[in-house]
Nanobody, 125 residues
Framework: QVQLVESGGGLVQPGGSLRVSCAASGFTFSSYYMSWVRQAPGKGLEWVSAINTGGGSTYYADSVKGRFTISRDNAKNTLYLQMNSLKPEDTALYYC??????????????????WGKGTLVTVSS
């Protein structure tokens, strides 16, 4: 059974940091591109970041570039997102998604084979 389980969300003050994780099981994690996608209250899905199968190439939305860092540990089947200098507009439900490696466009929401159920990040004083 395929599972993607996000964790690590919570309440953080503006300017603070948080690391969210995504534990994968039931599929060959190391063969998939992995992404983080978020959904702010009352808004649609927004692609945030992606990483290739080996972890050597990473991609970011302009809104998070320089503040967020995506990484993966294929030995642990786990994806991470380190979020620094958080802003209130980063408040959202954060989802991880797995996309087959034959896709050429990593910077989009489409094409995911698997999704997690999300972890809530709230940035507020």
């Amino acid at each position: 059974q395929v599972q993607l389980v996000e964790s690590g969300g919570g309440l953080v003050q503006p300017g603070g940091s948080l690391r969210v994780s995504c534990a994968a099981s039931g599929f060959t994690f190391s063969s998939y591109y992995m992404s983080w996608v978020r959904q702010a209250p009352g808004k649609g899905l927004e692609w945030v970041s992606a990483i290739n199968t080996g972890g050597g190439s990473t991609y970011y939305a302009d809104s998070v570039k320089g503040r967020f860092t995506i990484s993966r540990d294929n030995a642990k089947n786990t994806l991470y997102l380190q979020m620094n200098s958080l802003k209130p507009e980063d408040t959202a439900l954060y989802y991880c998604g797995a996309k087959p490696s034959y896709y050429t466009d990593l910077s989009s929401v489409g094409g995911m084979d698997y999704w997690g159920k999300g972890t809530l990040v709230t940035v507020s004083s």
